[in-house]
């Protein structure tokens, strides 16, 4: 289970990698635009949509990445003072009817709007913007598998815990 998990875990790391360079990008284009518009007086929709694009693949991208260390937002009033098996526990609950249940529905109310956008090769959200729409919707899917496969990874860790605690 281990073996699986740092595959998994892998992943997450390579994906990381790369949104690391799309933060980098999205933080140069915004300073691009506004160079553009205060000291030249222009202004491009598609740039701006550009960054858009950037700031959603970031967070969509990122969000396996930041599951695996464990840098989403938690509420741990009671979580910090219970031991390793209690955390186990109560992360397995998690993983499986919060993260699992709730990507699942995601990805399966989402796949038709995106299934369609594909179809047409939708285009820009804004006259004069980036013609891909339908690959900004593509990351809805892609969030929701790159996330399951490290609520997986976790999941195969908390196993491991409980069998360990036993």
Not at 33 to 50: D, Q
Not at 111 to 125: F, K, M, N, T, Y
Request: charged letters at 10%; one cysteine or more; hydrophobic letters at 60%.
């Amino acid at each position: 289970m281990e073996r699986l998990a740092r595959a998994l875990d892998w992943v997450s790391r390579a994906v990381g990698a790369v949104t690391i360079w799309f933060a980098l990008a999205m933080v140069l284009l915004q300073f691009v635009i506004v160079l553009l518009r205060y000291v030249f007086g222009y202004s491009s929709i598609f740039l701006n949509e550009g960054v858009l694009y950037l700031h959603a693949s970031v967070f969509m991208l990122g969000a396996g990445y930041t599951l695996m260390v464990n840098g989403h937002v938690r509420v741990d009033i009671y979580y910090a003072r219970m031991t390793a098996r209690g955390q186990a526990v109560i992360d397995l609950f998690g993983h499986v009817a919060l993260l699992g249940a709730s990507l699942v529905m995601l990805l399966v109310y989402s796949w038709p709007s995106v299934q369609r956008s594909w179809a047409i090769l939708e285009g820009p959200i804004s006259v004069g913007g980036i013609p891909a729409s339908f690959l900004l919707k593509s990351l809805i899917p892609v969030f929701c598998v790159l996330l399951l496969l490290q609520g997986l990874a976790a999941f195969l860790r908390d196993c491991l815990k409980l069998r360990s605690a036993a």
